[in-house]
């Protein structure tokens, strides 16, 4: 039988994502990492798929899915949230036939930067982004910490907060935050986090000035985090790391820009230690790092 390659449905993103999650193990285990991924609800490809159903591909042989691509657009930005092909069945030119489709939805979009947050590890991939002409541009550090390190070690200067709501004048306020930190609005997504269950938002304030904002999950992950001026990071980052301990999570985790030197400076004075060393990779430079801390590879 050949492999087909088709529009991903609903039904499909529940077996996507184990696939998925076995393909990172694989790789992470094989570079001897351990595991990283573990099976989460589908929500945010659920929301992908609704929003623009042109970034979502499977591979299929014999009605089994084999690989999975999933890219979103903002204003003229593609991100390639997941391409992963099933570990039995990599170096099949598989990658390569669901890249093209979501490099398709690029151009359908206008978009003309292209980005995506890979293994820094993992030559395969990168040699594929690099024939596709994204190049790397920084390191990115998956981070985390048990809850009692990070408290044994707490000081430096916090913003006040008030939590995020879906009314117009914030989503504007985050939208235009967005732009000046990364060059283009994310409402969609915003709207996206603040209706999520499991994760809650905050407006950073100093003193009476809105500095950014910030999410943490239910799992004490931080991120999304953006400030709009690059000196506002380490009291931003101080502050999100006090609300994901204060959440109860054993464990508190946020990613990390190479290029955010006082976000990583605080990490490390916190005792969080690197575990996963990722890499952004882009068609172009843009985007303010020392300003902005990604949610995970596929959210940015
Ligand atoms: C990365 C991945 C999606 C690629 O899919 P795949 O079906 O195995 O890849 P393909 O067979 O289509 O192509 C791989 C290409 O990489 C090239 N390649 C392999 N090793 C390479 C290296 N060390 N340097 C440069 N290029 C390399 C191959 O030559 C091939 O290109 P070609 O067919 O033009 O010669 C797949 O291997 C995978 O799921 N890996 C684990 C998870 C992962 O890292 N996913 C990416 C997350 S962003």
């Known amino acids: ?16 994502d184990s696939l998925v999650v ?58 390639l949230a ?7 069945h990599q170096g099949r030119g598989i990658g390569n036939e669901l890249i093209a489709r979501t490099l398709d939805h690029a151009e359908k979009s206008g978009a003309s930067n292209r980005v995506l947050i890979t293994f820094s590890f993992n030559t395969v991939s990168q040699g594929l982004y690099i024939r596709q002409g994204m190049f790397p541009r920084f390191p990115i550090y998956s981070v ?25 004048g914030t989503l504007r306020r985050l939208a235009e935050a967005d732009r000046r930190v990364l060059g283009v609005s994310r409402e969609k997504h915003h ?18 000035d809105w500095a950014g904002y910030a999410y943490i999950d239910a799992g004490g992950h931080v991120g ?12 931003a980052l101080t502050t999100a790391l006090h609300l994901a301990a204060e959440s109860g999570a054993s464990r508190i985790s946020a990613f990390l820009p190479g290029a955010g030197e006082a976000a990583l ?22 985007g303010n790092w020392a300003q902005y801390l990604p949610r995970n590879p596929g959210f940015m």
Not at 146 to 166: A, F, I, K, M
Not at 224 to 235: D, F, N, Q, R
Request: hydrophobic share 40%; aromatic share 12%.
């Open 1 to 16: 039988m050949s492999v087909i390659y088709r529009p991903a449905l609903a039904r499909d993103l529940e077996f996507a």
């Open 22 to 79: 076995s393909s990172i193990n694989n790789l992470t285990e094989r570079h001897g990492f351990g595991p990283m991924a573990a099976r989460s609800p589908t929500l945010f490809q659920q929301f992908s798929l609704k929003d623009d159903a042109d970034g979502l591909w499977v591979a299929e042989e014999d009605e089994r899915i084999l690989g999975f691509a999933w890219s979103w657009v903002c204003d003229d930005m593609w991100f």
């Open 82 to 88: 997941q391409l992963f092909v099933s570990p039995d």
């Open 144 to 168: 985390s910490a048990s809850r009692e390190q990070l408290t044994g070690s707490w000081n430096g200067s916090r913003y006040d907060v008030t939590p995020l709501e879906e009314d117009a």
């Open 191 to 208: 709207r996206y986090l603040i209706n999520n269950g499991g994760v809650r938002g905050f407006n950073l304030y100093d003193g009476n």
């Open 224 to 235: 999304p985090l953006a400030v709009i001026e690059p000196h506002a990071a380490a009291a």
């Open 265 to 286: 400076k605080t990490a490390m004075k916190h005792g969080m230690r690197i575990k996963f060393p990722m890499l952004l990779m882009s068609s172009r430079e843009f």
